[in-house]
């Protein structure tokens, strides 16, 4: 484990924003992506609660990043822990009309809605921009990683990017490692936000859905750091327990 946590939190070290730079100047003067570019690398030593972070939430047509559509993004900073409401940002996509429209609908989004929306480029330029020195956090981190990723790669050519997550999802069953939370626990978003007395909200919304992340992710850390916050380090060192939580 110290070995993938030394390479997980190397930002720093290994692939970090200043080697993109010097590979893409040309990015530098980007929207958005030059912002985030320019912006300090999160410090793996700084105490939890004084990191910022960007929430993050997406809508997609299907699970291939290859073949399906982003349809919409929301996200929402968490700053001194605080969820940030009015820096909250929420976009529909509107590249995603090549899709055709009963993928769309199944997650309540019309044509209409796409049609009024932005296109994919802006709305990522949007996220970086946000982003800056902040964690991305998002539930099931996974599909946000990897359609991102994929999309950053289409527009601005880079094929990785030094971004470490933090999940919730991950989290709550790191807590099933440590016995705190029942194996098999459904770890769906909402059943997840019951367990810690968090109330309903409205799933199927990129923006609701990030809210609804941040609020667990300050649940979580409160029911797991009572006492003494730990380092932004530590914790993905604990995030790593889900491994054997699966």
């Known amino acids: 484990m110290g070995y993938y946590l030394n390479r997980l939190l190397e930002p720093l070290a290994t692939y970090n924003r200043a080697k993109i730079a010097n590979r893409f100047p040309q990015l530098l003067t980007e929207p ?56 909250a940002e929420h976009y529909y996509i509107s590249d995603a009309l090549k899709i055709s429209a009963d993928s769309a609908v199944v997650n309540h989004i019309t044509p209409q809605l796409l049609a009024e929306g932005e296109p994919l480029e802006q709305a990522l330029s949007a996220f970086f921009r946000a982003l800056g020195s902040r964690v991305p956090i998002a539930h099931g981190c ?50 997840v936000r019951k367990r810690y007395h968090l109330p309903n909200y409205q799933a199927h919304n990129a923006l609701f859905d990030a809210i609804a992340t941040a609020e667990l992710f300050l649940a979580l850390t409160r029911a797991i750091y009572s006492q003494t916050p730990p380092t932004l380090q530590e914790f993905y060192r604990y995030q790593l327990k889900a491994k054997s939580a699966l």
Request: overall charge negative; some cysteine.
């Open 142 to 191: 996974w599909m946000e990683q990897q359609f991102i990723e994929y999309q950053t790669r289409a527009i601005w050519g880079l094929k990785k990017l030094p971004l470490h997550w933090l999940d919730t999802l991950k989290i709550e069953k790191a807590r099933m490692a440590n016995g705190c939370v029942p194996h098999h626990h459904d770890v769906r978003l909402a059943n």
């Open 32 to 87: 958005g992506i030059g912002e985030w570019l320019r912006a300090l690398e999160p410090d793996p030593n700084i105490i939890l609660s004084q990191q910022n972070y960007l929430v993050v939430d997406i809508e997609t047509s299907g699970f291939n990043p290859a073949t399906d559509a982003i349809l919409s993004i929301g996200f929402v900073p968490i700053d001194q822990g605080r969820i940030n409401i009015a820096k």
